[in-house]
T-cell receptor, first 114, second 111 residues
Framework: ETGVTQSPTHLIKTRGQQVTLRCSSQ?????VSWYQQALGQGPQFIFQ???????GRGNFPPRFSGLQFPNYSSELNVNALELDDSALYLC?????????????FGPGTRLTVL | GDSVTQMEGPVTLSEEAFLTINCTYT??????LFWYVQYPGEGLQLLLK?????DKGSNKGFEATYRKETTSFHLEKGSVQVSDSAVYFC??????????FGKGTTLSVSS
């Protein structure tokens, strides 16, 4: 069984640019959640996808958007990057929809916005 | 809204010392409670969980008991090892919502 993978590992962008982060879910998992972890903070929920549809969203603006594909890979897109978007972005896959079951986390993508 | 508060770190211990990391929560309803661990350069790993009051979660010598009366889920280990050095996150989850995490507590164990 393969785990959750994310790419790239690190990324540097400048303010105003757009970025796409990628996640490959654990085999068979149909739900993916994205979290933003600022330095020294706990992860904050961005949104969740279930069967290619957004299934819940945290307190993040619309410039944060996502996609989930039939093979359960997914993307997080962030437009008009701001300095405060610098963070570790984590994706997590699970079997349950919006439930409190165990979520399997990837290693994250470290985004730096200059 | 729901929230999780955990003790500020860093926590610095010698090998074989006793560990307690405090976690309290505020929630409507009956959440499940979790402890996740994050080793340097890695993602979060589930350490243990409890789904209802008085449940005790345990794994790798760590344990935590879901205390509804004190809204707490403190993490304990009787004898820490250097390999336990990591950041520990307390979290809660309810059906229909995403996980809510505390800010994390950094544990550093020296030999």
């Amino acid at each position: 069984e393969t785990g959750v993978t994310q790419s790239p590992t690190h990324l540097i962008k400048t303010r105003g640019q757009q970025v796409t982060l990628r996640c490959s879910s654990q085999s068979g998992h149909n739900t993916v959640s994205w979290y933003q972890q600022a330095l020294g903070q706990g992860p904050q929920f961005i949104f969740q996808y279930y069967r290619e549809e957004e299934n819940g969203r945290g307190n993040f603006p619309p410039r944060f958007s996502g996609l989930q594909f039939p093979n359960y890979s997914s993307e997080l897109n962030v437009n008009a990057l701001e300095l405060d978007d610098s963070a570790l972005y984590l994706c997590a896959s699970s079997l349950a929809v919006s439930g409190p079951d165990e979520q399997f986390f990837g290693p994250g993508t470290r985004l730096t916005v200059l | 809204g729901d929230s999780v508060t955990q003790m500020e770190g860093p926590v610095t211990l010698s090998e074989e010392a006793f560990l307690t990391i405090n976690c309290t929560y505020t929630a409507t309803g009956y959440p499940s409670l979790f402890w996740y661990v994050q080793y340097p350069g890695e993602g979060l790993q589930l350490l243990l969980k409890a789904t209802k009051a008085d449940d005790k979660g345990s794994n790798k010598g760590f344990e935590a008991t879901y205390r509804k009366e004190t809204t707490s889920f403190h993490l304990e280990k009787g004898s820490v090892q250097v390999s336990d050095s990591a950041v520990y996150f307390c979290a809660l989850g309810q059906a229909g919502t995403a996980l809510i995490f505390g800010k994390g507590t950094t544990l550093s164990v020296s030999s």
